[in-house]
T-cell receptor
Framework: NAGVMQNPRHLVRRRGQEARLRCSPM?????VYWYRQLPEEGLKFMVY????????ESGMPKERFSAEFPKEGPSILRIQQVVRGDSAAYFC?????????????FGPGTRLLVL | QKEVEQDPGPLSVPEGAIVSLNCTYS??????FMWYRQYSRKGPELLMY????GNKEDGRFTAQVDKSSKYISLFIRDSQPSDSATYLC???????????FGRGTSLIVHP
């Protein structure tokens, strides 16, 4: 039973480029959450999605960041015109149809480095 | 004041010791309390979750919630070097599915 999958595991971008991070939830899970983790900081919530719906994006920066979870395929977190401050580990988590936070399972993360 | 406070450590203990990890919180609406373990360069792994107050035991791990004091604990008995990791507390409630995380406590168990 495959867990949450994220790719790429490591991503290097130059300032101004775009970063696309992908997340495939666990089988049977239809809720996806994206988090950002900076060194010495805890996980910070960014966005919560269900298939074809953004449920809560209160943690998402207003500019340059967007997320989607299409009917088919993985969830994608997109960062346009990256800046050095975007360098962080980005984790996605999935939960079953009930969407309960106490049953979130995390992927291995994508480590983004902006040069 | 942060919504969830957690001492970052590091906490260093000898193998076999009983470890106590703690978090305090300020939001009385929190009802679900989770503990995650995160190894270096890996994603967080859900260890345990409890609802409301009380204790929950799973093998060497015991989670304890004291809602009156807004204080939660994770106890690890007979700690092993393989327990060395960062432990994150998280909590949610009040109609929100979004958990709020502590910054994590780094635990080192030395042989």
């Amino acid at each position: 039973n495959a867990g949450v999958m994220q790719n790429p595991r490591h991503l290097v971008r130059r300032r101004g480029q775009e970063a696309r991070l992908r997340c495939s939830p666990m089988k049977g899970h239809s809720h996806v959450y994206w988090y950002r983790q900076l060194p010495e900081e805890g996980l910070k919530f960014m966005v919560y999605l269900q298939k074809e719906n953004i449920i809560d994006e209160s943690g998402m920066p207003k500019e340059r960041f967007s997320a989607e979870f299409p009917k088919e395929g993985p969830s994608i977190l997109r960062i346009q015109q990256v800046v050095r401050g975007d360098s962080a580990a980005y984790f996605c988590a999935s939960s079953p149809a009930t969407g309960r936070s106490e049953t979130q399972y995390f992927g291995p993360g994508t480590r983004l480095l902006v040069l | 004041q942060k919504e969830v406070e957690q001492d970052p450590g590091p906490l260093s203990v000898p193998e076999g010791a009983i470890v106590s990890l703690n978090c305090t919180y300020s939001n009385s609406a929190f009802q679900y309390f989770m503990w995650y373990r995160q190894y270096s360069r890996k994603g967080p792994e859900l260890l345990m979750y409890t609802y409301s107050s009380g204790n929950k035991e799973d093998g060497r791990f015991t989670a304890q919630v004291d809602k009156s004091s807004k204080y939660i604990s994770l106890f690890i008995r007979d700690s092993q070097p393989s327990d060395s990791a960062t432990y994150l507390c998280a909590m949610s409630g009040g109609g929100s599915y979004i958990p709020t995380f502590g910054r994590g406590t780094s635990l080192i168990v030395h042989p």
